[in-house]
């Protein structure tokens, strides 16, 4: 199992699989590509063509082709689907009589991940020895150790620093999100709710309050998503707002020193590196519960982590995050990550926090393993028809026409 590194991603939204996974693709073609190519052409193929002017595809590729200064094609196939995934590319060089020089064929796996065809030396390496999270349940209660413990013993000690950047990011989303007003990019004219669910929230009191700034801090961050701003894959664009949203409340309400909550970072992208390793986190693959599913077992675990849970605890709140999302659809109305987007990361985020409690209440002891929920999972998300898995042509995003 690879790097939480590649779980947690800053980058720019609104889309992992579809913004910031082609723009790396790009980037990385251009890297390979021989000089002397006159123009050059990409194909895009199944979800990725689907819903990719709606997730800023075309712009992503064509800032990065911008530097060349030569003529760029992009050719959309939204109906023909390659075999390894539904969010593939096909990137071409060109010489002067159209001949392709060279071409590159890559797939945008979820969070902003990409795998190039016939290269496999271009992946990252293991370092996790154990991938199933019943066998580091098993090694904490032997050991005595917490599963941050065992993400530092594997990572090593500079996964600190790159987890406070981490956090640094998505708390500048947070702060920037709850102050901006004003109507999100695109045709659906969406406007902003956060600023208004933050002032609303401070008048009232106690739970209400708790759960009010919940839904602000988790919108303001998939709203900062929305608009194309700088966030943190957890475990995607589309799913960035549940995990800051959970770990921003909790961090201000109880005043807590920042490397709890690194610890608690740590603790949420084991779980989500888990699902990403025996599964997937694509919304193109399986459905929205991979994202915002994900998301919800991430941030339940992270802040059963910094409640003080016990690891069998935390396994419990991370299988019933993911569990009442079996079955979620990926059907961004008019191909934004808007409708039901952002709202979907506001109720996983209280969701998760619910699924903290009730773990915290428990001795840990429960009948269906984390395991084996993200196989059901995968299965569950195989067996949708491609209408739910992020192709805008189901579900809410069919026929949608404005209230």
């Known amino acids: 199992m690879k790097s939480i590194k590649e779980i947690y991603r800053i980058g720019t939204g609104p889309s992992s699989s579809h913004t910031m996974g082609p723009r790396q693709a790009a980037e990385e073609f251009l890297r390979r590509a021989p000089q002397g190519a006159q123009s050059y052409e990409v194909e895009l193929f199944g979800s990725l063509a689907a819903t990719g002017k709606g997730h800023m595809t075309d712009v992503a590729i064509e800032d990065v082709f911008a530097t060349t200064g030569k003529p760029l094609e992009i050719i959309w196939h939204p109906d023909i689907f390659l075999p390894y995934h539904p969010n593939a590319l096909k990137l071409k060089a060109l010489d002067n009589a159209g001949v392709v020089m060279f071409s590159m064929t890559v797939y945008s796996v979820g969070g902003g991940a990409i795998k190039i065809e016939g290269d496999p030396e271009a992946e990252s390496k293991d370092i996790y020895p154990m991938d199933k999270l019943t066998d580091i349940l098993e090694y904490c209660e032997r050991t005595g150790k917490c599963y941050w413990e065992y993400v530092e013993e594997c990572e090593g000690p500079e996964i600190w620093d790159y987890l406070h950047d981490v956090w640094t990011a998505m708390k500048s989303a947070v702060e920037r999100g709850i102050v901006r007003e004003g109507r999100l990019p695109g045709p659906l004219n969406l406007r902003r709710k956060a600023a208004q669910y933050y002032v609303k929230a401070a008048g009232f009191r106690d739970n209400l309050k708790s759960r009010g700034l919940t839904f602000a801090y988790a919108l303001a961050v998939s709203e900062e998503n929305a608009s194309g701003g700088i966030i943190v894959t957890a475990p995607t664009c589309g799913s960035c707002g549940v995990l800051p949203g959970v770990l921003y409340h909790i961090w201000k309400s109880r ?52 409640f003080g849970g016990s690891p069998a605890q935390i396994e419990y709140a991370a299988e019933m995050g993911l569990e009442h999302h079996l079955g979620m659809t990926c059907d961004p109305v008019c191909g934004l990550v808007q409708i039901p987007c952002i709202e979907r990361n506001a109720y996983a985020a209280a969701r998760a926090l619910d699924a903290n409690i009730y773990a915290s209440l428990s001795d840990g002891v429960h009948r269906v393993s984390f395991d084996k929920l993200v196989t059901v999972m995968k299965e569950t998300g195989h067996d949708l028809p491609s209408l739910y898995k992020e192709t805008g042509a189901g579900g809410l995003a069919k026929d949608y026409h404005q209230m």
Do not use: F, H, W, Y
């Open 255 to 306: 005043d807590l020193p920042e490397t709890r909550v690194l610890r608690a970072l740590a603790t949420g992208g084991l779980i989500g590196n888990i699902v990403k390793q025996n599964a997937s986190i694509s919304g193109a693959e399986v459905g929205c519960q991979g994202e915002v599913g994900v998301a919800c077992a991430m941030a339940a675990a992270a802040a059963l982590q910094l």
